[in-house]
């Protein structure tokens, strides 16, 4: 009896043994597993997160280039801006000189010769302006036919003059006829050119309804 029992716990022991052996082994071998397979991620997990945090931060090449682009399209619009603020001034500059130039040709009288063909047109301008009817050629033909075209021609010698109020200038007007039919705008002067022609012309529109109508002494 003594012997079976010391057999049994000898083989007790034993067994006892080898599953603390065995399980000291599998305890080892997943200690040293568990640093192998640790020391990997901790590598994967810095590699993956240097180059996440990276793209995320601009370098200094790419800001020089932000910034010379910015100041490329800056000096663009200041370009812009100042080539259509000349543009801009050049247009005004010249609607301004048009604008001049037709102000003054509108100002500048209109010239005319100083013979009988520039006192004629003068006065047909000045008919014109005053509704008197008339033409170039009934002018002309009634002054060749009354003073030959002498501004200074004096009649002395028809029943006006015997009255005391001769006939002068290109159509021979009397000093009365001329005051009542002067054409405002002309000189108040009997032998003027240009007055007396329009005076005329206005006198020979009342009574024989134009200038053009009158081929002899009126």
Do not use: C
Request: positive net charge; aromatic residues 4%.
């Amino acid at each position: 009896m003594p012997r079976l029992t010391t057999i049994r716990i000898t083989r007790s022991h034993k067994l006892a043994a080898a599953v603390l052996v065995a399980a000291g082994s599998v305890t080892a071998v997943a200690a040293t597993g568990g640093q192998s397979d640790a020391r990997p991620v901790e590598a994967r997990s810095s590699v993956a997160v240097q180059p996440v945090a990276a793209a995320g931060v601009p370098t200094a090449k790419d800001a020089a280039k932000k910034a010379a682009e910015e100041t490329a399209a800056k000096k663009a619009a200041a370009t812009r801006e100042a080539t259509a603020e000349k543009d801009a001034a050049e247009k005004d500059r010249t609607e301004k000189q048009a604008a001049n130039r037709s102000t003054e040709r509108k100002a500048a009288p209109k010239q005319y010769k100083n013979n009988l063909d520039g006192w004629i047109r003068e006065s047909l301008d000045i008919m014109e302006k005053k509704n008197i009817p008339g033409s170039y050629e009934g002018l002309h033909r009634n002054i060749m036919r009354e003073s030959s075209g002498d501004p200074n021609a004096v009649n002395d010698w028809d029943i006006n003059a015997r009255n005391g109020v001769p006939s002068k200038g290109l159509l021979q007007v009397i000093q009365p006829t001329f005051d009542a039919y002067h054409v405002s705008g002309t000189p108040k002067k009997l032998t003027d050119p240009v007055a007396n022609i329009t005076a005329a012309a206005n006198y020979a529109a009342d009574r024989y309804g134009s200038i053009d109508n009158v081929d002899s002494a009126y």
